[in-house]
């Protein structure tokens, strides 16, 4: 009893773990992608035109779980970044219907996010990196304003542990010189 019980556990996982790797399908990331998108604050971003600095785009919603701990993250690697030119923002894939922008400002002032918050409603700007919503997403732009692959999906790390990820990127990001004529 206890080694059938034991197998369909262990099928059960092994399944699942098949399942989450197909929704993990991330696109070949567009060379200069359309990154324009209206920020909370009434602005437009144009985030593939923000040469010279390093700019990391976390895609997400208010709905998932762990792109509330994401954020809080972010910002904790947005103050050890402060004297460096990265930029940092945050994108919502949520419909007006879903979320009003009221609603989204509350959500960003209660996890104290000080980076813009932006809106990808018909997720034009997501759908260019991947296939499937699995969120969060971050997608990092060198000062080149060209996509850095790969697309980070998901936050399956721990929050020290995908800091630090990050925090390696960014630093390789930082110290390539950009290319002549870009």
Known sequence: MRTRLLRAILMTAFLIGLGSTASAQVKAPPTDPRMK????????????????????????????APCS????????????????PVKFFWVSVERPEEITNAGLKRYARER???????????????????????????VLLNKDGRVDAPVQLGMSTPPENYKADL???????????????R
């Open 37 to 64: 998108l209206q920020g909370l604050d009434g602005k437009i971003y144009d985030l593939a035109d923000l040469r010279g600095s390093v700019v990391l785009v976390s895609f997400g919603a208010t709905w998932c």
């Open 112 to 138: 104290k996010v000080t980076f813009p918050v932006l809106r990808d409603t018909g997720k034009m700007v997501f759908l260019q990196f991947a296939d499937r919503v699995r969120l969060p997403m971050i």
């Open 69 to 84: 701990t994401e954020l809080r993250a972010l910002q904790e690697l947005l103050t050890e970044f402060r004297d460096k």
């Open 167 to 181: 925090r390696v990127r960014l630093n390789k990001l930082l110290a390539r010189t950009t290319e002549p004529g």
